[in-house]
């Protein structure tokens, strides 16, 4: 009887434990509540990888995620003018610099940078490996309100009675799976716990939700 006790308190104090390293969104991005930002602009991704294409493939991914999280969002189409002409397309310059241009020009509260730090295709074994890091900063204070980082592996294997089939299958699915969709995956994942804009019902009351790690890692399957 007294051994069953001990197991039980061990496990309460392992679960309290559990709950009490949980941080609320309010509490992780505190800077996020305070500032309110309402409108954001997307800055280009910096490409930190051999992979050309993933800088403009990934930068056509970011707008809808944040709309639905309810902010006002930039068209990147309609702002690649204004990066152009003012050098803005390197975003490396931007990342710790001033962002007020952006403020007085656009109107933006804050400016959202990415780092894509790896993007992998395997067509033999199957995935799709990004590694993306996720930084919002605003125009007003210059202060991060919002970061966190994304490891995810799209699984594109193909199970099949037949060893050659499966892997001639698998590689047709790896190359037949673009990188729009590899970073929507990557999008959903990692901004599941971005503090909701003044366009969405739930603005301000998230701040009690359970934030995410500051890294995720997730593998996800193609067909989903």
């Known amino acids: ?40 602009v997307i800055m280009p991704p910096i490409n930190e990888t051999n992979s050309v294409e993933a800088k403009d493939y990934f930068y056509t991914t970011m707008y809808m995620p944040l709309c639905e999280k309810g902010y006002y969002v930039f068209s990147p189409y309609l702002v690649m003018d204004l990066f152009q002409s003012e050098s803005a397309y390197d975003s490396e310059r931007f990342l710790d610099a001033d962002l007020g241009t952006f403020r007085k020009v656009l109107g933006a509260d804050a400016a959202f940078f990415t780092k894509i730090k790896s993007w992998e295709k395997n067509m033999v074994l199957g995935y799709i490996k990004v590694d993306v890091e996720y930084i919002l900063r605003s125009t007003v204070s210059g202060q991060i309100l919002y970061h966190r980082e994304g490891v995810i592996k799209l ?18 699915r790896t190359a037949a799976t673009d990188k729009i969709n590899a970073g929507r995956v990557c999008n959903s994942y990692v901004l599941q716990d ?24 997730a593998t996800v399957d193609a067909s989903k």
């Open 1 to 40: 009887m007294k051994k069953i006790k001990y197991l039980f308190f061990v496990l309460a104090a392992v679960l309290l434990g559990s709950c009490a390293k949980q941080i609320t969104r309010g509490s992780q991005y505190s800077l996020m509540y305070q500032e309110k930002p309402t409108s954001i």
């Open 155 to 172: 699984n594109t294997q193909v199970h099949s009675s037949s060893p050659l089939l499966a892997i001639a299958a698998t590689a047709i």
């Open 194 to 217: 971005f503090p909701s804009g003044k366009y969405k019902s739930d603005y301000i009351a998230d701040s009690v939700q359970y934030a995410g790690k500051p890294l995720i890692k």
